[in-house]
C-alpha cells in the first residue's frame, strides 16, 4: 500500500458506513492520521480496528452532526493537538424523504437542511484556520446530481445540496489567496444503504462499491490538485463547468 498521505491530518465526516468509512480507511492505511467523525461508535471501532491493522492511526469522534457546539469545539481540540489540518472531507448526508415539496414536513425539511448544510457551514467556520495553517490544506464536499436536475420528489436532496456546493464554491473564491483547494465531488451511484433506500428497485450489482469510489475521491485531495471551486464527475470522470 502506497504512503502517499504519509503525515497528513485528515478528518472525514459520516465515516461509519459506505462511501465515508471507506475514504477514512484509505486515507489511515495510505499514512494519514485519520479523524473519523459519525455518530456510529461501534463502526467507528471496526474501522480503526482495520487502520490499525494496516499500520495506520485514527481518532473517533462519535458525534451527532447537529450537536454544533460539539463542532465548534472539534476545531479547537483538532487546534490543540495539531495545530492544522491538512484534509477535510465533507462526506456525511441525509436523503431525508422522496416526496412533493409542499408535502415535506416542517420537521423533516429541518433535519434534512441542518445535516446537510448547516452541519457542513459550522465546518467550515470550525476548520478554516485549521486548514489555512496546512502546506496544502484540501477540503472535499460529496453532492449529488439533482442539485443540477432538481428531479421531481427529490426536493430535499436538491435544494440541500444546492446550498452545499453554494458554500463551497463561495468559501473557494473567499481561498484564493492561500494555498487551500476546496472541491465538490459527485460520486454517482454507488453500492451503499443510502443508494438502497432511495432506489429500491434497483440491481445493487451493477453499481460500484463504495471503496472503488472512495480511492478515486482521494485523487482529489492530495497536494498536487490545483483545481479549486469544482465539481468532479466521478462517472465521467472529469471536471464539470459550473
Known amino acids: 500500500m502506497k504512503k502517499d498521505f504519509e503525515g497528513r491530518i485528515a478528518l472525514v465526516t459520516g465515516a461509519s458506513r459506505g462511501i465515508g468509512y471507506q475514504l477514512a480507511r484509505q486515507l489511515g492505511e495510505r499514512g494519514a492520521h485519520v479523524i473519523a467523525l459519525a455518530r456510529t461508535v461501534g463502526a467507528l471501532e471496526e474501522l480503526d480496528d482495520e487502520i490499525k491493522a494496516a ?40 436523503l431525508g424523504v422522496l416526496s412533493p415539496l409542499g408535502h415535506i414536513s416542517p420537521k423533516d425539511f429541518d433535519k434534512v437542511m441542518a445535516v446537510n448544510v448547516t452541519a457542513n457551514w459550522r465546518l467550515i467556520r470550525s476548520l478554516d484556520p485549521l486548514l489555512r495553517q496546512s502546506d496544502a490544506g484540501r477540503a472535499l464536499f460529496l ?44 460520486p ?50 472529469d471536471w464539470v463547468t459550473l
Request: aromatic share 6%; proline share 4%.
Open 55 to 94: 499500520g495506520g492511526e485514527a481518532t473517533l469522534v462519535p458525534l451527532d452532526l447537529t450537536d454544533f457546539d460539539a463542532l465548534d469545539r472539534l476545531g479547537a481540540a483538532i487546534h490543540e493537538r495539531w495545530k492544522k489540518l491538512d484534509i477535510f472531507i465533507g462526506n456525511a448526508g441525509m
Open 143 to 186: 453532492t449529488a446530481v439533482q442539485a443540477h436536475t432538481c428531479a421531481a420528489f427529490w426536493g430535499l436532496q436538491a435544494t440541500s445540496k444546492a446550498a452545499v456546493e453554494a458554500m463551497a464554491r463561495t468559501w473557494a473564491h473567499e481561498s484564493l489567496k492561500t494555498a487551500m483547494k476546496i472541491n465538490l465531488a459527485d
Open 188 to 237: 454517482g451511484p454507488t453500492r451503499t444503504g443510502l443508494r438502497a433506500k432511495a432506489m429500491p428497485g434497483e440491481i445493487a450489482a451493477n453499481l460500484p462499491q463504495p471503496a472503488q469510489v472512495a480511492d478515486d475521491l482521494l485523487a482529489l485531495v492530495g497536494p498536487e490538485v490545483l483545481e479549486s471551486g469544482r465539481l468532479y464527475d466521478r462517472v465521467s470522470r
